[in-house]
């Protein structure tokens, strides 16, 4: 009695089908729609507004309500059951405390530091966003988030790359392009212990197994944002010469230990937040205990001057009262950096829940069948089905971990048809997927950075908005994302790099 009241429970809890009016192809309505808001506004109308795609993916899920077969309760509860997955949550959890790192950092003068350095071992700014691209990768890599990097190098390296003369579309797209060479290697990257676990392979096997694909995209990459510099030029800053002169502090490179800290203390295996908040600690002692900000410049409560217990309070250096114009708020390098964030938090969260319909309603599943019952015939054809399905996927879902989840079963149905190992099939499933959530205007990789760089028109007082890029500009220059797409559309046409299960045994997997 006890054991088929147990299975009553689990077909209870298991989630319902959705059918549409339509049929299966019904249920990718929600995202095509977003994708085709996206465009439009970013593409056709040069919008860079992530609240207007908030609103774009609202009337997807909306339109999506009306072609649902029976009530619309399942449909809903879809939404909501998408919305608080884990993976959303992690993308969250990362911008926030990223968010928080980097504008610290920036109150800490790293901005001034890095300048200095710049000036002292005459890097000119033609040469910056080639070594950008570098610093980001070893940074992404070490931390194992392409968005945390985003966010912090968007914060505190792009505005020194202005103000020494790098192009601002080609310094952001290097900011980005060392992002997708952390996301797709770093392994503490969620896409490479993803990749790895769905495939039954072993994460340091499948880091050391993609070296020669990462690498191989790198050095090209590199190559063409030292020719692209040379031939992209900056735009004039306003008193320029007089900010560089005023912004170069050598005192503020003590960040580099800030930073320093986050990496060892991810490789050493820490939570993400963890990592984070031992950085974010450090930086802020350090810029009280160097003078480089004050508590006020972290976090700062501005009262309202008639409130009579705040004026008795204002001693304490984190409040003072409002002027006779000004609003009554919260203010600081933390506040800012995190609430800068939540238009995108709430994009992302509504993303994944459009995927969940897609998935549910079928749209997935017949769109893959069909790949592999038509297309994915020999091996050669079936990898190259792999590779252009996962860029298909991750078009559509732009959170790429969210994007691996829902291919990583057709990957693996796929890889074991022709017995290729799981190392190559986790090499295929990380590599697009780490890469196009940077490239596309709407990708979720992209939008982080594009929402940092937003924020410096309030942080920095020469910032202007037109010195913000728009997404839909950036595309043809994340280098390393294009270029790693490539070698994989190359290895699958030539077979480079291709294993079998009989070649190499996966270990059992290390972590999850």
């Known amino acids: 009695m006890e054991e088929t009241e147990s299975l009553d429970a689990i077909e209870e809890s298991d989630p319902p089908d959705l059918k549409f009016y339509g049929g299966r192809a019904a249920s990718t309505v929600p995202l095509a729609v977003f994708v085709a808001w996206a465009i439009f506004q970013s593409g056709v109308l040069g919008v860079g507004d992530t609240q207007g795609l908030v609103v774009g993916m609202l009337v997807g899920l909306i339109a999506g309500l009306f072609l649902v077969k029976g009530s619309w309760k399942d449909y809903a509860d879809t939404i909501f059951d998408g919305m608080t997955q884990r993976v959303a949550a992690t993308a969250v959890v990362a911008w926030l405390w990223a968010g928080m790192f980097a504008n610290v950092l920036q109150a800490g003068q790293f901005v001034n530091g890095l300048v200095w350095a710049a000036d002292v071992t005459g890097v000119a700014g ?137 990496i060892v203390t991810a490789i050493q295996g820490r939570h993400i937040v963890e990592a984070v908040s031992w950085g974010l600690l450090t930086a802020i002692v350090a810029n009280l205990a160097l003078g480089l900000s004050s508590l006020s410049d972290i976090i700062v409560f501005v009262a309202p001057a008639e409130t009579s217990l705040a004026s008795e309070l204002t001693w304490l250096p984190i409040v003072r009262l409002a002027g006779p114009e000004e609003s009554a708020v919260v203010g600081g390098a933390l506040y800012n950096g995190a609430v800068g964030f939540f238009p995108l938090i709430v994009l992302t969260l509504l993303i994944v829940a459009a995927a969940e319909i897609m998935i549910r309603g079928g749209g997935f599943e017949a769109i893959l069948d069909f790949l592999i019952s038509s297309v994915a015939t020999t091996v050669r054809r079936t990898e190259l089905t792999m590779v252009l399905g996962t860029a298909l996927v991750n078009g559509m879902i732009t959170i790429n971990t969210a994007a691996e989840i829902a291919i990583a079963p057709y990957i693996a149905r796929l890889g074991g048809r022709f017995n290729l190992n799981g190392y190559r099939r986790a090499n295929i499933l990380d590599a697009n997927t780490s890469a196009l959530g940077y490239i596309f205007p709407w990708g979720g990789g992209l939008l982080a950075g594009y929402g940092a760089m937003t924020s410096l028109t309030e942080s920095v007082p020469w910032f202007t908005e037109s010195m913000v890029v728009n997404p839909v500009t950036v595309w043809p220059y994340v280098f390393h994302g294009w270029f790693l797409v490539a070698v994989f559309v190359f290895a699958a046409w030539t077979g480079y790099g291709r294993e079998y299960v009989h070649d190499r045994q996966s270990a059992e997997v290390e972590r999850v």
């Open 126 to 262: 033609d040469l910056f966003p080639a070594l950008t691209f570098v610093l980001a990768a070893l940074l992404a890599t070490g931390i194992g988030t392409g968005y945390g990097t985003a966010i912090t190098f968007t914060t505190v390296v792009f505005p020194a790359g202005i103000l020494l003369g790098a192009n601002p579309t080609l310094l952001f797209a290097a900011i980005l392009s060392g992002a997708v060479f952390g996301d797709n290697l770093a392994p503490v990257s969620d896409t490479t212990i993803v990749s790895a676990v769905t495939q039954d392979a072993d994460i340091g096997g499948v880091v050391s197994s993609r070296l020669k694909y990462a690498l191989v995209a790198a050095v090209f990459a590199f190559a063409a944002y030292v020719l692209a510099g040379l031939s992209m030029s900056g735009i004039e800053v306003t008193g320029a010469g007089t900010s560089l002169a005023e912004q170069a502090n050598a005192l503020g490179l003590v960040h580099l230990v800030s930073m320093g800290v986050v």
